[in-house]
């Protein structure tokens, strides 16, 4: 499976400000995802980021909050804005492999804690 | 309801036992089926995908489908330690975006 990599693995922001986390792949992606997992929780699907077109946002995400860029086949940004301890989570990305029959893979998450 | 529901847990097993994982999901027109194994403090592992009714083997795993009865189960056969985790079932309703469980924490007591 493709190498997933993600930068910064971990950070802590103060309330107001905004981060930008980076997902790289180390082969070319048509579809890559972005979720989010809270303290002790499941994952949750932010958006969805294809090349070349608008990221498409799950209920309760908006792209103001959470703006998305899919600049090539194998690198994704994901900007949290305007921080809240309540963003705090571990924020995952995962590309889509195969043909057919499709796999996900998460990359290893970036850990983020807003005070 | 929602869409898919694990038991929580701790499923607790004997090392060498078989471990039992079930999950259920609500929308029929769901495609496709993932388990992942998720380690304290670490990203989701892919183990099994499954797509059609039936079984599917891979070593120590087998995943189990039963689409009428909307019902994905995972079985670990010859628990270990090292099995202990969280796992994760994963729904694809169409989309090619995940809905994922609650997660089962499983504890594999040596």
């Known amino acids: 499976s493709a190498v997933i990599s993600q930068k910064p693995s971990r950070d802590i922001c103060q309330r107001g400000t905004s981060l930008t986390i980076q997902c790289q792949v180390d082969s070319q992606v048509t579809m890559m995802f972005w979720y989010r997992q809270q303290p002790g929780q499941s994952l949750t699907l932010i958006a969805t980021a294809n090349q070349g077109s608008e990221a498409t946002y799950e209920s309760g995400f908006v792209i103001d909050k959470f703006p998305i860029s899919r600049p090539n086949l194998t690198f994704s940004t994901l900007t949290v804005s305007n921080m809240s301890p309540e963003d705090s989570s571990i924020y995952l990305c995962?590309?889509?492999?195969?043909?057919?029959?499709?796999?996900?893979?998460f990359g290893p998450g970036t850990r983020l804690t807003v005070t | 309801q929602k869409e898919v529901e694990q038991n929580s847990g701790p499923l607790s097993v004997p090392e060498g036992a078989i471990a039992s994982l079930n999950c259920t999901y609500s929308d029929r027109g769901s495609q496709s089926f993932f388990w992942y194994r998720q380690y304290s403090g670490k990203s989701p592992e892919l183990i099994m995908s499954?797509?059609?009714?039936g079984d599917k083997e891979d070593g120590r795993f087998t995943a189990q489908l039963n689409k009428a009865s909307q019902y994905v189960s995972l079985l670990i056969r010859d628990s270990q330690p090292s099995d202990s985790a969280t796992y994760l079932c994963a729904v694809d309703t169409g989309r090619r975006a995940l809905t994922f469980g609650s997660g089962t924490r499983l504890q594999v007591q040596p």
């Open positions: 499954i797509y059609s009714n």
């Open positions: 995962s590309v889509e492999e195969g043909a057919g029959d499709y796999e996900q893979y």
